[in-house]
């Protein structure tokens, strides 16, 4: 899951990544100082799951970035930093009700309502799991490694809460570098689940 996060301020940047990334440790970021050059990502990468920005930015403000998404027919959940009320915006009026994976956070921000509008706006792509750890069970990430497929979704249990995030997707060519990147964050254990694992478990010999 990769997210755009618009801030004018370095240190802001700095705070925000700080935050997801003690929630959500998977979630990979672009950063854009300015309107103009958050679109130009957008443009360019239409695959982001979430849009962070502040309403007040140089070179178009946050409801021309809102507006552009709309306007390239893009379901990108949309996170909107401000003092301002959005029905002063035409650009933002409807940004609520457009979609429920969309927010409106007021400044200044604190880390519970950023991590909820996250939660919110990352919904089922995230898919967190608030199953017991009976159904579950832990595969050792070398073994996954050393698979020439996966034949299903595999998980990372967050510290923090205990709950399951799923960084792979059955069948996904990718997945030797997704788990090359949790190897060299010296994770030991990854995990599916317990009814899917007699699919895996061929693979694992």
Partial sequence: MKILVCLKDEYERKQSMSMIKSEFPEVEFDFATNGQEAIDFIARDQSYGTVVTEYEL???????????????????????????????????????????????IPKPVSQKQLKEALRKAFGSDLELAEHKEEGWIGVEIEKLARCKLIPCDVYIKLKSSGKMIKIINANADEYKDILQKYIKKKIQTLYVEKDMFPRLEEYLR
């Fill in 58 to 104: 140089d070179h178009k403000n946050g409801g021309e970035i809102y507006r552009f998404t709309q306007m390239q027919m893009l379901e990108m959940p949309f996170i909107l930093i401000s003092t301002i009320d959005l029905s002063s915006d035409p650009n933002i009026k409807d940004l609520l009700r457009n979609s429920s994976a969309n927010s409106h």
